[in-house]
């Protein structure tokens, strides 16, 4: 099984509606980030947490908002969604303890906002 | 401010080697990587080397690091089709909380 899953893997959504998209983790980390990546700009962070209760906005975080419910699980909520949110969002771990070398990817939510 | 750059593409024949490019402005970083992106799927690392060194080396993979330059290169040996994906540098910085941030991605094709 996958360490960092992302629901949904795919969404075709509206201009105006909102949406969550969320991630969960099995590997016990305590730091989770969601980036968007878009053609030409590699990947851009929109909101990390380094615990339950620490929210941090990253370099692109108007127009989204996230929850930290649990140490496994970070969502990412878009209030209300326009098309130049259309992107593929990822979901990553790191681990303090282990000096947080390397992130852990989820595979990705591709969203549309039509 | 943080700024990775990367070209966009890189084209080699198989058997030949690659060498992927980044630069960057920030001269506080500390470590420095590289991640790799298949077709439909996340990032995952490859390799990554501290900002106090010069050279890495793993297997097919070299690491330079010219810190003066703040340049940043891979090389992949004996390139293979399945080397064929998007490669992205990234940095994180001094108190910067393990935040990464990330270059462009090149784009490397491997033709037969």
């Known amino acids: 099984d996958a360490d960092v899953t992302q629901t949904p893997r795919n969404r075709i959504t509206k201009t105006g509606k909102r949406i969550m998209l969320e991630c969960s983790q099995t590997k016990g980390h305590d730091r989770m980030y969601w980036y968007r990546q878009d053609p030409g700009l590699g990947l851009r962070l929109i909101y990390y947490?380094?615990?339950?209760?620490?929210?941090n906005k990253g370099e692109i975080s108007d127009g989204y908002s996230v929850s930290r419910q649990a140490q496994a699980k970070f969502s990412l909520s878009l209030e209300s969604a326009i098309p130049n949110q259309t992107a593929l969002y990822f979901c990553a771990t790191s681990d303090l303890l282990a000096g947080g070398y390397e992130q852990y990817f989820g595979p990705g939510t591709r969203l549309t906002v039509t | 401010g943080e700024d990775v750059e990367q070209s966009l593409f890189l084209s080699v024949r198989e058997g030949d080697s690659s060498v992927i490019n980044c630069t960057y402005t920030?001269?506080?970083?500390?470590?420095l990587y590289w991640y790799k992106q298949e077709p439909g799927a996340g990032l995952q690392l490859l390799t990554y080397i501290f900002s106090n060194m010069d050279m890495k080396q793993d297997q097919r993979l070299t690491v330079l690091l010219n810190k003066k330059d703040k340049h940043l290169s891979l090389r992949i040996a004996d390139t293979q089709t399945g080397d064929s994906a998007i490669y992205f540098c990234?940095?994180?910085?001094?108190?910067?909380?393990?935040?990464?941030?990330f270059g462009t991605g090149t784009q490397l094709k491997v033709e037969l």
């Open positions: 920030d001269s506080s970083s500390t470590y």
């Open positions: 947490s380094f615990d339950v209760k620490d929210i």
């Open positions: 990234a940095e994180t910085i001094t108190g910067g909380g393990n935040k990464l941030t």
